[in-house]
């Protein structure tokens, strides 16, 4: 959940939605994004909304607690029933996410649940994702996380190697997130994933093949792989401002994905996504899949950000504003905008395309679609999908895919 917030028009307090983006909803997917805000400690190229024991207290002196965060999250879930009115959804997916979210005990996530069945219900082939990091959890706390209603699990790998752990400064050992899935497999989760990122300053191809291999030895479903971005404001863009240690490589990030792409797929994982592998349809994160294919989320807690028909919305960032506005009876809504026909084509082309089915060629304008034609002739779309009218990216075209999709939607 990223930390930056955009402008936009107010939201009403209490939070309700315009007539029209609840047309037509029994059509799209209904899921729910928990977020937990949490960390022991904050990672250097962190730039995600979290905050540590010591950055509880909000400007006006107001403190954040974490053991009473899932009941303030609990109001914002009653709330979204009150603002969809009877929109008769069952909720199709969850995801827990954060920060860590398994620093709050498993009981108060369970209870998340057990309010969104009331409130809503849960489809009976809902998925229930939590991330988790290696080192937050056991195999009694993952045992109770899957009895509370959890089927998917989702660790925080990054890298098998030490050192690389170490500039992204990451707590947990070399090992751990292996174990981890073991353990979640014992506690009875149905799909286990694991997440790396590459090409941290001073990880080299080796080091990178062993993250890949460590990984596929432990037996996950789904494994994502995401270049390092630095951003800025983070310790890591410090340092490397600093000259401490060296700026990424673009070319580096390319030969790294090249070789994830290589391993995983020699494993029987396919890309399904550009930064996304899964065993089979089935592992596929169904929750994120929604987020690409323009289905209606909520997006609970501080910064979390929702969409449901063509409206999106944000929240206030900091855990104690959010808890006051809720206490408050108000909506913690820090603004909204409500997009075009065009905004959610655009949004379409943008998502759509960096899925193993691309997006429909009809989606484009005029120029769009001449820079269509222009990609597939560098090697950049896929011929087959092209023919069947769908713009679907060849490997090249996933090294570029930033590239691509500014060609398509300029």
Request: charged share 25%; aromatic share 6%; net charge negative.
């Amino acid at each position: 959940m990223p930390s930056a917030l955009p402008d936009g028009e107010p939201v009403p307090e209490n939070g309700s939605l315009p007539d029209h983006a609840l047309e037509s909803a029994t059509s799209r997917p209904l899921g729910f994004y928990l977020h937990v805000p949490y960390c022991a400690t904050r990672c250097g190229y962190c730039d995600f909304n979290t905050y540590t024991a010591e950055e509880l207290t909000g400007a006006d002196g107001t403190r954040a607690s974490r053991e009473t965060y899932a009941a303030n999250l609990a109001e914002e879930l009653r709330l979204a029933r009150k603002v969809l009115g009877d929109d008769p959804r069952s909720i199709r997916t969850v995801f827990v996410g954060g920060g860590t979210p398994t620093l709050l005990p498993p009981a108060d996530l369970g209870h998340l649940l057990d309010v969104l069945r009331a409130e809503f219900g849960l489809a009976p082939d809902a998925e229930i994702t939590t991330e988790a990091n290696p080192e937050s959890v056991g195999p009694a706390s993952l045992e109770k996380l899957r009895a509370a209603g959890f089927n998917r699990i989702s660790f925080g790998m990054q890298s098998a190697r030490q050192h690389v752990l170490r500039v992204l400064e990451r707590t947990h050992t070399p090992g751990r997130p292996e174990a981890c899935v073991a353990e979640a497999r014992a506690a009875g989760f149905e799909q286990v994933s694991l997440d790396l990122i590459y090409g941290t300053p001073g990880e080299s191809e080796d080091d990178w093949r062993a993250s890949l291999d460590a990984a596929l030895a432990a037996g996950p479903d789904h494994v994502s792989a995401y270049a390092l971005i630095v951003e800025e404001g983070t310790r890591l863009a410090r340092r490397i401002r600093r000259g401490e240690i060296p700026p990424t490589d673009d070319d580096q990030h390319a030969d790294r994905y090249l070789q994830a792409e290589e391993t995983l797929s020699a494993a029987g994982l396919r890309w399904y996504e550009v930064s996304n592998w899964a065993t089979d349809d089935a592992a596929r994160c169904r929750h994120n899949e929604l987020y690409w294919t323009g289905g209606d989320w909520w997006g609970a807690g501080p910064g979390a950000h929702s969409h449901v028909g063509g409206v999106r919305w944000w929240n206030v960032k900091h855990p104690a504003a959010y808890a006051q506005a809720l206490a408050e009876g108000r909506t913690p809504g820090a603004g909204r905008e409500v997009l075009t026909a065009d905004d959610r084509r655009l949004e379409r082309v943008l998502l759509e395309l960096r899925l193993v089915d691309g997006c429909p060629l009809d989606l484009l304008a005029p120029e769009g679609a001449r820079a269509a034609g222009r990609a597939l002739e560098d090697g950049l779309l896929r011929p087959e999908a092209y023919d069947r009218g769908r713009a679907a990216l060849t490997l090249r075209g996933r090294l570029l895919a930033d590239a691509v999709v500014r060609g398509l939607v300029d």
